[in-house]
């Protein structure tokens, strides 16, 4: 048995093919239907240190999904990293 096909678009239906026989038997075969891949949902891994906060400027740090997708935050100084730079600062103003 060799089939022809033939495509056919339809307001109605979405696209199929029928396929003729040789005895002229329409066997309607529809499209297969691909199913749409699930969206992506971020794995992102530990926090890595970009830049370092200190008392003269503000730390970074980010991580980085496997799609390479980054996540970055703001790292605020701690009080001692504070009080550290403020004596700094004022010992280095004293003796200069």
């Known amino acids: 048995v060799n089939p022809t096909r ?33 969206a992506h949902e971020h794995e992102f891994g530990e926090w890595k240190t970009s830049q370092n906060a200190s008392w003269l400027h503000r730390g970074y740090e980010e991580r980085t999904c496997e799609c390479g997708e980054k996540e970055t935050r703001r790292v605020e100084e701690s009080w001692t990293e504070w009080l550290v730079g403020a004596v700094g600062r004022r010992l280095r103003n004293l003796f200069r």
């Open 6 to 38: 033939a495509y056919f678009e339809s307001d109605k239906y979405s696209q199929f093919f029928i396929v003729y026989t040789e005895k002229a038997e329409a066997v309607v075969e529809p499209e297969p239907v691909v199913e749409p891949e699930p």
